[in-house]
């Protein structure tokens, strides 16, 4: 058995040919969203386990963006791990984004997505010895910048990490749907739930210590 292949099936509901890498990366990925919104550390073992699956799936259906993004998601989970562990000793609060980092965020956002959307697309058209054509290069890309962010705003308790997490599971039912990988699209749809009940519990701490 090879557990990282998304051909070798664990189980098979409805006909859908579910993997055990797509199955225990959900499993985990699931257990990581609830556990931010909880504010539990944990959070972050449970990424890792998650981001360790996902590296393997989004390179075997040429997510190459998302692929990459799990690298990233697995320093940075390290990252958070020790950052909360400071944070709840501290007592550091929830914070909001000022309106001069909003805007820097809404100008760069788009800008990081096409040139990475156009650089994923330029290497995988010109190299197709080593890498397949990326899939749907630009939503790929949005998804990868865009999650590098929230995921960077959660470690550092900004609460309108929620909110960019909410717009993010939008794109990726849509891309998860398109390549087949349902488990994952159903995922993120749990996420989507999770992401709007992080916020409002996050938004009901900021107002709490704003009094």
């Known amino acids: 058995m090879n ?69 990233y998601f697995f320093f940075l989970s390290i990252y958070g791990w020790f950052t909360w562990n400071h944070q709840q000793r501290e007592g550091v609060p929830v914070r909001k984004l000022t309106k001069k980092q909003c805007i820097y965020l809404l100008v760069s956002i788009p800008i990081l997505t096409a040139c990475l959307g156009w650089a994923t697309r330029w290497i995988t058209t010109n190299h197709p010895a080593y890498l397949q054509a990326v899939a749907y290069p630009y ?36 891309l998860y749907a398109q390549q087949g990988i349902l488990l994952v699209m159903l995922e993120y749809a749990l996420f989507l739930i999770l992401s709007s009940y992080g916020y409002f519990a996050w938004r009901k701490e900021l107002n709490n210590d704003s009094r």
């Open 3 to 71: 557990f990282f292949d998304i051909h070798d099936i664990a189980w098979e509901p409805f006909g859908y040919q579910l993997s055990f890498v797509e199955l225990a990366g959900t499993v985990a990925g699931i257990f990581s969203v609830w556990l931010a919104a909880k504010e539990n550390k944990l959070t972050w073992v449970a990424t890792i386990v998650n981001v360790i699956c996902f590296f393997a799936i989004f390179y075997q259906v040429q997510l190459y963006s998302n692929m990459l993004l799990q690298v």
């Open 139 to 174: 939503v790929d890309a949005f998804i990868a910048i865009a999650s590098i962010v929230a995921n960077t705003l959660l470690a550092k308790r900004i609460i309108e990490n929620w909110i960019l997490w909410i717009i993010i599971d939008v794109f990726c039912i849509y």
